[in-house]
């Protein structure tokens, strides 16, 4: 949560105090005075005749609050250099649950320790141990998650990133355009055969003409005005024909390069950069006499939605296939980076500046700017979905497990239809569930970390509580997923569907109940008294949470805790004795009363009682017998979901299928067995009554 005496003060008052800047940021750093405009600290350094600029400190609550997993935000203090490299990253605040009492803080501090020394202008990624080795890379830069908080780290990686951008923009001359995240890609996938005349006809490449006398007439009336003897004489002449195209575009670069200059310049480029193409012919040269290759050119410039775009000499040495007449032209390749944000969708608004000089020892400079705006045909990308990286790339990542969940949903929608091959053979009944049980505590818990958990719910309130978004939950696709079903199931069928045979926790308690009872541990019933009672105290759990999610963070997350999930399926029974102790607890009570903590406990299952109400159909069948006089499927009935009435009681029904199997076989239901019975004797009293067609 929060840590370290310095941040104390400061993290719960959710700014930094000047004392506490200062003790994180030692002489020979001073701290400059807080920006009046927005909550961002410059720190300097003092050298022995000269003070500079070391870094804009900030925290990321102040441009990113994108919550955790608990609904609450990450707030990291976060020192960026003017070049846009991370100079510290520590956390200030966290309530993320994996790391509280969990895995602990020491891993999440080594995650962000990683950050130093990185820079924004790099993709950073989340990868694993092998991937590392990106580091030198400089483009691309993975750094180690944390396994069991893949989400919480990607969470504060996005935290990290969003809010950095913000700040860079604001003091970094950053692109102010969209984030980097949320722009349209080039398709890759799209290639034309297109020679220079193609590539204009399909709208790939964009070109005006500027005369003498346009130049000419945008002087008018400044300094400037009639300098230019050249256009005065030959006003229809063309100062300069300016071309350009978007040369990372397939169907530009691979037509217009060699195949081995294209490969050069996808070499050149880091992930999420553009190479622009500007051409001019004409009088008027496209760099001037001082440029330097491989700085920002002098003469052109680049806006996107009125906000400028910077742009830089790629210094691409090659020579491209142009018409003839274009043969003597000049051109220059120009990279725009990743964080700029340009959106390949929107319009491009190049600008060529004209400036003419008037006088000759102190000359009057007049600029003049003509622009051209580019636009690139919508085949050519892929539009940007609302939330395009921050998200996409993890359900990406993982979509072989949810393919398997998807499969094992399935195969779970078919057997609680209860078809014949299934229910008919309580052998197989048996067995299915317990190698589905199996499978939810194995790959749904275990393996795929899919436990939902209190603390979705809890997290729902309290970013409703402080009007956040719910988007957090995208960066854990398991549990969307999950929750997905769960949503259409508990309208469906009510929470059985999932208390019964998706969730890994109420799966342990089925199976080591199995266990011990093989060992000969027998399960009791409890009085019918109590069991109303006890089975109370679940929702009296579940509003304490709420209440206390609604006006304590802090609280909450001591609370949750009563939930041993994370003690058994996140972290694997490795943590702190008393958490182990009390879950370890909860597992053994269902070798003495069956599954005591799903049924009396267990606020999860209570919330999920709750939304059950809802449910529109009451899918397990019964006869005008059951209840009055039969109690065979309710003695049956290990959760006691069953009333004296022999009504189910859908709140605290698993869906085990143990009634279903009863009420369609002729052995087990009793007024089967009964009528059954009543068949067989009516045939001997036939035969008894025509004894004279005996033998
Ligand atoms: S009652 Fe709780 S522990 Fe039991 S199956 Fe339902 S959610 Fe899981
Ligand atoms: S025996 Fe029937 S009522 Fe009882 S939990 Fe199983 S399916 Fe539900």
Redesign the pocket.
Known sequence: MFFSGLFLMSAHAGVMTREAMTQAFPAPLVVGEKDRDLPVWPIFRQELTSTTLAAYVFESQDFAAIPGFSGTPFNLLIALDPNGQFMDVRVLSHHEPVFLEGLGEKPLFAFVEQYKDLSLKQSIKIGTGQSKSGKENGANVYIDGVSKATASVRILNQTLLAASLKVARAKLGYSEGRDPDLVAQIRPDVFKVLDWTGLRKEGLIHQTTLRNRDVEQAFQGTAGEGVDAEALQAPSAVFADVYVAHLNVPTVGKNLLSPEKWAYLQQRLDPGDHALLVLVKGRYPLMGEDFVRGTVPDRVSLNQQNLPIEIRDLDLDASLNLPTELADAQWMAVRVIAPAGLDPAQALVYALHVTRSKGIVYPELVRKSFTLTAELPHAYVTLASSDQKTWHSIWYERWLELVVLLVGLAVLVWALRAPAWLIHYPQRVTWFRRGYLVFTLGFIGWYAQGQ?SIVNLTAVVQAFVAGRGLGFFMYDPMTVLLWSFVAVTVWLWG?GT???WL?P??AL?ELISQLTQRLGVQWRRVPQRWDDRLKRVKYGVLLVLLLSAAVSVTWTDRLVEVEPFKTSITLNFVRAWPFVLWAVAMVLLSAFVY?G??RYL?P??AG?GVLGRLRRWDWIARRSECGQPCQRCRSDCAYQAIDKQGAVDYDEC?QCLDCVVIYESDALCVPRILDGRAQRAVIPIHAVATPQEQP
């Open positions: 939902l929470r999932f208390c019964g969730c926790f109420g308690q599954k903590y799903c267990c999860l299952g999920l698993f």
